[in-house]
């Protein structure tokens, strides 16, 4: 009998659903879902552009009005309930003159997306973000050769470094050149080990990493070079190596090392195993150190 009822239940809530949303046949239904999975989808996509903003308060903000609204009107708050109503009445103009940068960027990003990448905003966003870090690492690093500042930048990839991770000083910061520049000048806290980064931050400082047991190395390489190649052995992490004798960069990927890089050549390096989605782990030019 409860079943029954049940069934009832959810037969007559599925014809009012249908006569409200005016579905009369199976193609209203299709068009019915296309419609509201665009609106939600839209919808998605306004919240994660603004989340990150001030407009996401501004948002909260207006909420509360509604609610706010809505409560004295139940309460029977006539004058408060009066001057909310009439704030909600402006809100469209009041939206516009508050959120004005964020629709000028939001209509922005949409023109200079194309159709394919309509869709995939998420994977625009983490290529802009790729971008910015190496951007900022290439900067760090021009700088502390400059100045034959020692550095260690570990960048994770596919292969976790939990361990590496909290061997360290977690931080969790956003990557920037200043940061990474204080990090390693002499005689600071943090100076001594390495940086690792993860998902475009900061996860932690003054790590310890593994040295490499090659036997084949060159004399002149140092303990950083020769940690850079030791992490690199045994993940695929990315290792950027500024020297402080020499202040030469080089990158340690897969086990071998790549020596007196510039910054163009750092930054096509970086560029092909951080943005090339289609070959993540594939070795850049001669992955080779030279025996002296």
Same mark, same amino acid.
């Given at each position: 009998?409860?079943?029954?009822v049940?069934t009832?239940?959810?037969?007559?809530?599925?014809a009012?659903?249908?006569?409200?949303?005016?579905?009369?046949?199976?193609?209203?239904?299709?068009?019915?879902?296309?419609? /509201?999975?665009?609106?939600?989808?839209?919808?998605?996509?306004?919240?994660?552009?603004?989340?990150?903003?001030?407009?996401?308060?501004?948002?909260?903000?207006?909420?509360?009005?509604?609610?706010?609204?809505?409560?004295?009107?139940?309460?029977?708050f006539?004058?408060?309930?009066f @001057?909310?109503?009439?704030?909600?009445?402006?809100m469209?103009? @009041?939206l516009?003159?508050?959120? %004005? *940068?964020?629709?000028?960027?939001?209509?922005? %990003?949409?023109?200079? +997306?194309?159709?394919?990448?309509?869709? !995939?905003?998420?994977?625009e966003?983490?290529?802009?973000?790729?971008?910015?870090?190496?951007?900022e690492? /290439?900067k760090?690093?021009?700088?502390?050769?400059?100045?034959?500042?020692?550095?260690?930048?570990? /960048?994770?990839?596919?292969? =976790?470094?939990?361990e /590496?991770?909290?061997?360290?000083i977690?931080?969790d !910061?956003?990557v920037?050149s200043?940061?990474?520049?204080?990090?390693?000048?002499?005689?600071?806290?943090l100076?001594d080990?390495?940086?690792?980064?993860?998902?475009?931050?900061?996860?932690?400082?003054?790590?310890?990493?593994?040295?490499?047991?090659?036997?084949?190395?060159?004399?002149?390489?140092?303990?950083?070079?020769?940690?850079?190649?030791?992490?690199?052995?045994? +993940?695929?992490?990315i290792?950027?190596?500024v !020297?402080?004798?020499s202040?030469r960069?080089?990158? $340690?990927?897969?086990?071998?090392l790549?020596?007196?890089l510039? !910054?163009?050549?750092?930054?096509?390096?970086?560029?092909?195993n951080?943005?090339?989605?289609?070959? *993540?782990? =594939?070795?850049?030019?001669?992955?080779?150190?030279? $025996?002296?």
């Amino acid at each position: 009998m409860f079943f029954l009822v049940g069934t009832t239940n959810f037969w007559d809530i599925i014809a009012n659903l249908s006569t409200n949303l005016d579905i009369k046949s199976p193609w209203d239904l299709i068009k019915t879902i296309i419609d /509201i999975g665009i609106v939600s989808f839209v919808i998605y996509k306004l919240i994660k552009l603004i989340r990150e903003t001030r407009a996401w308060q501004l948002i909260k903000g207006i909420l509360v009005i509604v609610i706010a609204a809505r409560a004295s009107e139940l309460i029977g708050f006539k004058t408060l309930s009066f @001057i909310l109503r009439l704030t909600i009445e402006y809100m469209a103009i @009041i939206l516009v003159v508050l959120f %004005q *940068p964020e629709f000028r960027r939001g209509l922005e %990003q949409l023109g200079r +997306s194309r159709f394919r990448n309509l869709f !995939s905003f998420e994977e625009e966003d983490s290529t802009i973000k790729v971008k910015s870090l190496i951007e900022e690492i /290439i900067k760090a690093v021009t700088e502390m050769s400059r100045t034959f500042t020692g550095a260690l930048i570990v /960048i994770e990839r596919e292969t =976790k470094l939990g361990e /590496i991770i909290n061997s360290g000083i977690n931080l969790d !910061s956003n990557v920037t050149s200043e940061l990474l520049i204080n990090i390693f000048t002499p005689n600071t806290p943090l100076h001594d080990g390495a940086v690792v980064i993860r998902d475009n931050k900061i996860k932690a400082a003054a790590c310890f990493l593994p040295l490499t047991e090659n036997p084949n190395l060159s004399k002149e390489l140092g303990t950083r070079h020769r940690a850079a190649l030791g992490i690199s052995e045994v +993940s695929d992490a990315i290792v950027v190596v500024v !020297s402080e004798e020499s202040g030469r960069i080089s990158v $340690a990927l897969n086990g071998g090392l790549t020596r007196n890089l510039t !910054s163009d050549t750092l930054r096509k390096a970086l560029s092909k195993n951080l943005l090339d989605k289609e070959n *993540p782990s =594939k070795k850049l030019g001669i992955w080779k150190v030279k $025996a002296k």
